[in-house]
């Protein structure tokens, strides 16, 4: 069994990317022969300051060693290391159909942002994706469900592939969870958590000061009433009964029946302090390693090697099945 997934090196990583990807990650390492990749390559698919790419990829980096990613458990590397990707999103354009990316949320979202120019590449980004998990032939992509319909076009990419060249990619599946798989905005609990999307002081970022997160939960725009249920017409306390389920272990109905009788204040006070709990360890371990450049960059570099191992072989496969380059 292999898994795989990949995340971006933007930004700041917050609550929804912990509860929805990265707490799987952590847990793949020991089902599985498990592979996480830093894109660095889809980080340019929307306007990016060069001079931060490399900063921002030790940064997301030393946020997965600090969660729990461990070098000797699993592989960790950068995707614009391999030159396998980029071939193979290529080869993978051939069977993919334009009309399949045009209808991607993702890119409607994203290009409707773009003020001066939506590159191509944002429209191939998941293409790109595809190749990610198809170059390991994965079995499993941990992700949040915002990937959902990424994860379907691979998995049509991968089909359409066999069908038309033989057996080659193995189909992967999706493994998103059902509690915490979309963590929602702490002010417009409407919207997705997301670091670009979202307001300020609705995201959690993992990097927040313990203060700083406990005020964000405390101040989370929450409904009417004042039971503590999930329901549709409550979509603030639902959240925060999901990042409760998630950070105690425990199913969120257990959640409702421990706070029956309590008021939004009160269940507030406890999810911030189970919350920052749980995270400050992380914060801390990820400052810690944060500055330590070269350490970070030798575990992308060795994993990187293993990495290129494994893709090279299916490169090999797939430019021999399509009749690519000099025969084998
Ligand atoms: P990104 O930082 O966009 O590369 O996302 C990394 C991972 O976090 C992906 O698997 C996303 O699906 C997941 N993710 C992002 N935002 C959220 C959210 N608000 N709730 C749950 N999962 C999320
Ligand atoms: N598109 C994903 C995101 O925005 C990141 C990603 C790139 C990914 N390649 C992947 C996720 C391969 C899973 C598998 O979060």
């Given at each position: ?38 894109v660095d390559l889809h980080a340019i698919t929307v306007p990016y300051e060069p001079g931060e790419l490399r900063a921002n ?272």
């Amino acid at each position: 069994m292999r898994i795989f997934s990949g995340i971006q090196p933007t930004g700041q990583k917050h609550l929804g990317n912990y509860v929805g990807a990265i707490r799987q990650y952590v847990e793949g390492q020991d089902r599985a022969d498990a592979i996480y990749c830093i894109v660095d390559l889809h980080a340019i698919t929307v306007p990016y300051e060069p001079g931060e790419l490399r900063a921002n990829v030790y940064d997301t980096t030393a946020v997965l060693l600090a969660a729990g990613l461990d070098p000797e458990r699993c592989t960790l590397f950068r995707q614009g290391d391999l030159k396998e990707h980029t071939e193979l999103c290529w080869l993978l354009s051939a069977v993919t159909a334009h009309g399949d990316l045009n209808r991607m949320h993702q890119f409607k979202e994203k290009s409707a942002g773009q003020r001066e120019l939506v590159s191509a590449g944002l429209f191939l980004y998941p293409v790109l994706q595809a190749a990610d998990v198809l170059a390991y032939r994965a079995d499993e992509v941990p992700v949040g469900e915002d990937q959902r319909q990424h994860i379907e076009l691979m998995r049509d990419i991968a089909q359409r592939f066999n069908e038309r060249f033989g057996e080659t990619l193995v189909v992967p599946r999706h493994r998103i969870p059902d509690v915490g798989g979309r963590i929602m905005d702490l002010q417009s609990p409407d919207t997705k958590m997301s670091t670009t999307l979202g307001s300020e002081q609705g995201t959690l970022y993992i990097r927040d000061p313990d203060k700083a997160m406990a005020t964000k939960i405390m101040r989370a725009v929450t409904d009417s009433g004042s039971d503590v249920v999930r329901a549709p017409d409550k979509p603030g306390i639902s959240n925060l009964i999901e990042v409760m389920s998630v950070f105690r272990g425990v199913g969120p109905e257990d959640v409702e029946q421990e706070f029956a009788d309590a008021q939004y204040g009160d269940f507030k006070k406890a999810v911030a302090d189970t919350v920052v709990e749980a995270l400050a360890p992380i914060r801390d371990r990820y400052q810690e390693l944060q500055v330590d450049r070269a350490g970070l960059e030798d575990v992308l570099r060795a994993g990187a090697e293993r990495a290129r191992s494994i893709a090279s072989g299916t490169l090999a496969d797939v430019r021999e099945r399509m009749g690519v380059g000099p025969p084998d």
